[in-house]
């Protein structure tokens, strides 16, 4: 019985992980560029269950079958299929078609990459992130920089070069997206990453979270009635257990 709830804490464990992915993929349904997370699930090794009949004769053993201890979580990773884009008619949205990540630097200096083109002038008159991260261009020599705005507007064509300034948005992807690693707030970071020169950027759109509703909906379900099956094993383990120590011990 002590191994039978050991299993089911672990499984109910494993529950409340998924359950806290899928809330966190539904609370982040209208963030834009944000990528939803899925997780992988295995079933712990099996192991062989004997009866031996009989202290003084160990070759006699009763052979009971296997049994699986429970579940655990592999991997969390993410999803980075493209969501919908959204025509917002703002000038400092953004949208990338296809692949390809915004940069950004963070405030200790490293480079950022984001779908979330959701863009604001902080009081330097700098592109920055909502969170205010400087949007990275690249100039005429092939430097990277921080992007200055004149006036309250910028414009570029498909291609994210400026139309009212020299140089162009730093836009860059990966041979692997397993590479990248989420920091939070649509934001990931990683190495391997390079420029992309051909890339179909569009003004006055953002692109939307990609997540599933109803997907995430059936998950929630799901979760919820393998909780409520956990729970009924862990009370008749419980049960089972009382009895075993209290009426059979008497």
Excluded: C
Aim: proline share 1%.
């Amino acid at each position: 019985m002590i191994r039978g709830i050991h299993t089911i804490n672990r499984n109910m464990n494993v529950l409340q992980k998924k359950l806290e992915n899928a809330g966190g993929n539904m609370s982040n349904i209208n963030t834009p560029g944000y990528k939803f997370q899925d997780m992988v699930q295995s079933t712990l090794e099996s192991r062989e269950l004997v009866n031996y009949m009989g202290s003084d004769d160990l070759n006699r053993r009763q052979e009971l079958g296997n049994l699986e201890f429970g579940h655990q979580i592999d991997e969390v990773y993410t999803v980075f299929k493209q969501g919908n884009l959204v025509e917002t008619g703002k000038n400092m949205d953004f949208a990338i078609v296809d692949r390809g990540f915004f940069v950004i630097e963070l405030d200790n200096g490293e480079l950022g990459f984001t779908r979330n083109g959701n863009f604001k002038l902080d009081e330097d008159r700098r592109l920055v992130t909502m969170e205010g991260y400087p949007v990275l261009s690249i100039d005429d020599m092939g430097n990277m920089t921080e992007t200055f705005v004149d006036g309250n507007h910028i414009d570029i064509d498909s291609k994210g070069n400026r139309l009212d300034h020299y140089g162009r948005f730093h836009i860059v992807d990966f041979q692997d997206y397993n590479d990248l690693e989420s920091i939070g707030d649509t934001i990931f970071v990683g190495d391997g990453w390079y420029p992309v020169i051909d890339v179909d950027v569009r003004q006055g759109f953002l692109e939307m979270s990609n997540v599933n509703v109803i997907d995430e909906m059936m998950k929630m379900i799901e979760i919820a009635r393998e909780f409520e099956a956990n729970q009924k094993a862990l009370h008749a383990a419980d049960e089972t257990l009382n009895k075993a120590v209290n009426e059979i011990g008497r």
